[in-house]
């Protein structure tokens, strides 16, 4: 229908669009935006908007991730430099207020082994969550000669061995790693756990009563200072099934005993 437009100066508009609703123009939504971006966004579609990057702010970002990168790689290889540097020059010692506390004690004798690979790597324990026995299996030697032994593993190379802890047939209680550093005597219980080897003096295994007790102090001591139990003290046989400490695999009840003597002494 084509309309006059002196009928709609006549009629009006209104009344042009209630007779014909064909006649009402259409924009398609071509036209709105042709007339400019702004235009076509009304304030509902304000989030759907994807903003264009400038090349400028393109370029800024990629160079500020470049050099975000290679920062941390300047970092990475910066520390790990200085932390050999450190163990070299400065062999890692004892970090914890336990080894302060071990010091003080006059029952307890420290001759630690020097840094090396073969029985004293430095490295240090991230938690102690248990104790474990061990007997030496040398019958006869004392704790200074087993101790010495594991030092000499520096210039000898033969294995790799060592003990938190060694006692002596006469129950002297010889240190030969500070306690927050890890010593090579219980396979993968190495990284959490320390190690007391006792000497004794016959192919038996059994200990003398002063290497017994000497053994129940120390286990108790450090227990009640890591917040284990008897029930965190093993033997090496328990981690590998390796016959050691022998005595205590061949007789239970010894066993049982030692760790029943050990909890009565934990504080
Ligand atoms: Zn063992």
């Not at 007339?35 to 579609?45: M, V």
């Not at 903003?51 to 790990?80: N, Q, T």
């Not at 200085?82 to 914890?96: H, K, L, V």
């Not at 010894?254 to 760790?259: C, G, I």
């Amino acid at each position: 229908m084509s309309v006059n437009i002196k009928e709609m100066q006549i009629a009006g508009v209104e009344d042009l669009l209630a007779e014909d609703p064909e006649d009402i123009p259409i924009y398609e939504p071509a036209d709105i935006v042709a007339e400019g971006p702004e235009d076509a966004f009304t304030d509902e579609s304000e989030d759907f908007r994807i903003p264009k990057w400038r090349p400028g702010a393109k370029i800024a970002v990629i160079a500020v991730s470049a050099a975000i990168i290679l920062f941390a790689f300047i970092w990475e290889a910066a520390y790990s430099k200085g932390q050999a540097e450190n163990f070299m020059n400065d062999p890692p010692r004892a970090r914890s207020a336990v080894q302060d506390e071990l010091g003080e004690l006059d029952w307890v004798t420290q001759a630690f082994l020097p840094v090396n690979v073969y029985s004293r790597p430095g490295e240090l324990l991230r938690s102690v969550n248990g104790i474990v026995i061990h007997y030496i299996g040398n019958p006869g030697t004392t704790a200074m000669q087993n101790r010495d032994y594991f030092a000499n593993l520096a210039v000898t190379k033969e294995t790799y061995a060592s003990s938190s802890f060694i006692i002596c047939l006469d129950g002297e209680t010889l240190q030969c790693v500070p306690i927050d550093e890890m010593a090579y005597a219980s396979n993968n219980r190495n990284s959490d756990t320390l190690s007391i080897e006792l000497c004794h003096p016959d192919e038996t295994g059994i200990f003398t009563d002063e290497t017994y007790a000497s053994a129940v102090r120390l286990t108790a001591w450090l227990c009640s200072c890591y917040g284990l139990s008897s029930g965190d003290v093993i033997r090496h046989y328990d981690v590998t099934g390796k016959i050691c400490p022998k005595y205590f695999v061949e007789n239970e009840d010894a066993w049982e005993l030692f760790k029943a003597d050990v909890e009565e002494l934990i504080d």
